[in-house]
């Protein structure tokens, strides 16, 4: 099959599955041929392709439109059933405890005037959420009573398709009826877990990893077992098959994309490989890919449900770290395990409230996301600039910092006599926050190793916080300033 001739079937089943509505514009050339990776040429052939059997048809000035009478045709079918969970392993011992520790330091960081360098949240202030909370007051506002059957899981479907189509312009057409709407991506990967593993179960993360996931382990009673990720790399897949060799696993928690604390982003070819080696033992990945529209490069990176073809990844992620964390909307794409996580979806919380599922649903389809994307990438790759270099400068001889590739966190490896969490609370004492490597794994592997956050305006504040934070730990390391 040629490109074009791939390219127009791709779109031709994402209007089948609803992904494009009657009337709506599909992506325009130049947009295309940046999301598929192919050449103008192509697309044109591909579009070409589509009015001949009329599926689209092009407006002057105005681009491609999906035609009424196509959308209508290749109206989807019902879906199939869909396969239920696999057998789980033998249980083993749990052995899972940072919650007191990221709780303590979470409730320092909301502290009045801190400085929020230790913050796992994105600055607020760079978010639209003026604009949606205008569309969830509309919203309030014309239904005084909301119909709560209308959203019981799966979720809210225009969410969904805007979803699926998002997906779907970004190169990975996905099926609609797949996605579960959730309580932000915490709530998906609970689910997911849930779905895959029962207490006692072993389960494989990053180290270091994101505490989130060591708190779903130790929430349901689960082991983490921890492998050495690279911070350009990734997890270490030669030490995973070993682990996978050694015991039984119930399911791999990974970060691919931008992971936190590290920032790397996996090569399509390690992505590969992972996928692959899990497949061939019948182990499910949860993909946390919450970061996925924070890349500095040109095009968003490729995700683990990439290279699935067997159901097994159950992909995570939301729109708490790119549009608005207030409203709390996340979502699974769970491949087989699909029917599970939105049964536990219901027994757990119920239902996602309806209005802001509609709200950012609106957002999404008549303003403008991607500029917004656009100036939230170059804010945060300038400023890791800024406070990487800055770091360098001001802290002792010795420190290193890692390279982000998207997101917001900057991790940093100090010299092996200072202890972070002591630094933790020095620099609270001075109204200053920082991200203790203690919480991001179950281990003592990184008590030398700070996370710090860019996202927030740089400001003479933030620097001379910066050049404190640096003079402490200089003190500490019993070293002269640089």
């Not at 290749?74 to 392993?89: D, H, V």
């Not at 996978?244 to 791999?252: D, E, N, P, V, W």
């Not at 970060?255 to 061939?280: I, T, Y």
Request: hydrophobic share 40%; glycine share 6%.
């Amino acid at each position: 099959m040629k490109l074009y001739e791939k390219l127009a079937d791709e779109i031709t089943e994402a209007v089948r599955r609803g992904v494009f509505a009657a009337g709506e514009r599909i992506a325009s050339v130049r947009q295309a041929s940046q999301q598929h990776g192919v050449s103008i040429k192509t697309v044109l052939h591909a579009y070409a392709l589509l009015e001949s059997r009329g599926i689209v048809e092009s407006r002057p000035q105005s681009g491609y439109f999906v035609r009424d009478a196509a959308a209508r045709a290749l109206a989807p079918a019902p879906a199939a059933p869909r396969a239920g969970r696999k057998s789980a392993p033998p249980p083993v011992p749990a052995t899972v405890d940072v919650s007191r520790l990221v709780l303590s330091t979470l409730r320092s960081i909301r502290a009045h005037d801190a400085v929020p360098f230790g913050s796992p949240y994105p600055d607020p202030s760079l978010f639209p959420w003026r604009r949606i909370n205008q569309y969830a007051n509309a919203i309030a506002r014309r239904h005084a009573s909301w119909n709560l059957i209308d959203d019981l899981p799966p979720g809210n479907p225009e969410l969904i398709r805007q979803i699926a189509r998002r997906y779907a312009e970004n190169g990975l057409p996905v099926d609609p009826d797949e996605i579960v709407i959730t309580l932000g991506a915490t709530e998906a990967i609970n689910l997911s877990l849930q779905a895959v593993a029962k207490p006692g179960d072993t389960v494989v993360v990053e180290s270091p990893t994101y505490y989130a996931m060591l708190h779903a382990i130790e929430r349901l009673g689960m082991r983490a077992i921890e492998v050495a990720t690279h911070p350009v790399d990734g997890i270490d897949i030669d030490a995973l098959a070993k682990v996978i060799a050694r015991q039984k696993i119930a399911a791999c928690m990974v970060m691919p994309n931008f992971q936190n604390p590290l920032g790397f982003c996996m090569s399509d070819e390690r992505k590969r490989q992972l996928v692959e080696l899990l497949a061939a033992h019948e182990i499910p990945a949860i993909e946390n890919d919450v970061y996925q529209e924070l890349y500095f490069g040109d095009a968003r990176p490729s995700t683990l449900k990439t290279f699935d073809t067997q159901g097994l990844v159950l992909h995570c992620a939301s729109f708490s770290k790119s549009l608005t964390a207030s409203y709390r909307i996340g979502w699974a794409l769970p491949g087989r395990y699909r029917a599970q996580v939105e049964k536990l979806k219901f027994l757990n919380t119920l239902t996602t409230p309806s209005v802001p599922q509609v709200a950012v649903a609106d957002y999404l389809r008549q303003d403008g996301y991607d500029r917004h994307l656009r100036h939230l990438r170059r804010v945060y790759r300038q400023q890791a600039s800024i406070m990487s270099a800055l770091v360098l400068r001001f802290f002792p001889v010795g420190t290193r910092v890692s390279t982000p590739r998207g997101g917001y966190v900057l991790w940093v490896e100090l010299p092996v006599a200072i202890d972070s969490m002591r630094l933790y609370q020095l620099a609270l004492e001075r109204g200053i926050t920082v991200g203790p490597g203690m919480m991001f794994s179950t281990r003592n592997d990184f008590r030398h190793f700070v996370r710090l956050n860019y996202s927030y305006p740089w400001t003479a504040q933030a620097e001379a916080a910066l050049k404190t934070l640096g003079e402490l730990a200089t003190a500490m390391a019993g070293t002269e300033p640089r």
